[in-house]
């Protein structure tokens, strides 16, 4: 019987690390296209969901191109913002930490202005304070849901 709880604590845990572990969402901008020249990259971004906590992965050959980011303005007009380290590793990701909009260009070249490689999203906001991956109401209802249920489980078992 110690054995069964002891089994049926460590499942408890488990259930409940799950839900904050697959929250935030991964998105490989243009998808297997990675980041390149002549790409849709707002069709691609069209209806996709990205939350505060959610993670962007630009794909590219090191060296064909870089990740900026930039305002809106230099989005508009392709201007490389001053002092700006650009992202070059070839397989960037940037976690998305605020709520709002986000601009990001291609600092090779007339790749930006020329065949389109800028990509602009809009970020959601979780709902309130603390860590984006704990402040979901429905990953709290859902892991109290699991607490109570394995804690019945528990005591109809030990009882
Ligand atoms: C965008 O950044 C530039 C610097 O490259 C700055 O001069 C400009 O004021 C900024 N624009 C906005 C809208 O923040
Ligand atoms: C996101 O939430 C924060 C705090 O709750 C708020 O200050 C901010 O204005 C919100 N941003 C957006 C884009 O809704
Ligand atoms: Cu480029």
């Given at each position: 019987?110690a054995?069964?709880r002891?089994?049926?604590v460590?499942?408890?845990?488990i ?5 904050v ?17 002549n ?6 971004a069209?209806?996709?969901?990205f939350q ?14 870089t990740?900026l ?15 700006c380290?650009a ?41 309130s304070s603390?860590?984006p991956?704990?402040?979901i ?8 849901f699991?607490?109570?249920m ?9 009882f």
């Open positions: 019987m054995l069964h002891l089994y049926l460590v499942f408890a845990l259930s409940t690390m799950i839900p572990m697959t929250l935030a969402k991964e998105f490989v901008v243009g998808g297997g296209n990675g980041w390149t020249t790409f849709d990259y707002q069709a691609w069209q209806g996709k969901d505060v906590g959610d993670k962007l992965v630009f794909n590219y050959p090191v060296g064909a191109h990740v980011k930039v305002n809106r303005t230099e989005f508009q007009n392709c201007i490389k913002p001053p002092a380290e992202l070059t590793s070839g397989s960037d990701e940037i976690v998305l930490k605020t709520a709002g909009r986000k601009w990001y260009i291609c600092g090779v070249g007339t790749h930006c202005a020329f065949t389109g490689q800028k990509l602009s999203i809009t970020v959601q906001n979780q709902s603390v860590s991956a704990m402040a109401k429905d990953t709290v209802n859902y892991q109290l699991f607490g109570v394995v804690a019945v489980i528990t005591l109809a078992l030990a």
